[in-house]
């Protein structure tokens, strides 16, 4: 299950939402039974990196989600799969992403925390946590 933050810009209304939590095929599962669904739910990069994986350990464990990122740069939010391939509790591989704007490394951002960000459009650091406008999924 996981939850939909709407965050909206006090400068010019732009309103956006950023999902957390595990959601339907993206929830925690053991490697084979991922690979033997057939169905490709990662990026492609990912993707080979699990299979690479998989020809080399045995019972791996994948543990996939949506979680919140913000760029400590220019401060922006992106809301992204990240996906983290365990052995025997050891992680193996951990997704890392970049900001589309400056190429920095995105940094794992607690949202109930996060009062403020940077609005993706008129780039104001006026892009709020609306808390009335949370949505469950599942
Ligand atoms: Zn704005
Ligand atoms: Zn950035």
């Known amino acids: 299950m996981g939850r939909a ?3 909206r810009c006090d400068k010019c209304g732009y309103e956006d939402h950023f999902n957390e939590g595990h959601g339907f095929l993206i929830h925690p599962m053991s490697l084979d039974s991922y690979l033997e669904s057939g169905t490709i739910l990662f990026h492609h990069k990912t993707n080979s990196v699990i299979e690479k ?3 080399e350990h045995k019972n791996l464990f994948i543990d ?3 979680k919140i990122f913000k760029c400590p740069d220019c401060n922006l939010l992106y809301d992204k799969i990240e996906v983290t391939v365990y052995d025997d509790g050891k992680i193996l591989h951990k997704s890392e ?3 589309t ?3 920095a490394r995105l940094k794992l951002t607690n ?3 996060l009062k403020k960000a940077v ?3 008129c780039k104001q650091y006026s892009f709020r946590l609306d808390q009335r406008k949370q949505v469950l999924w599942d």
Do not use: D, N, S
């Open 5 to 7: 933050y709407t965050y």
């Open 53 to 55: 994986l998989a020809k």
């Open 64 to 66: 996939a989600g949506f």
């Open 97 to 99: 992403f970049r900001c």
């Open 101 to 103: 704007q400056c190429r």
């Open 111 to 113: 949202i109930h925390r």
């Open 119 to 121: 609005c993706p459009k």
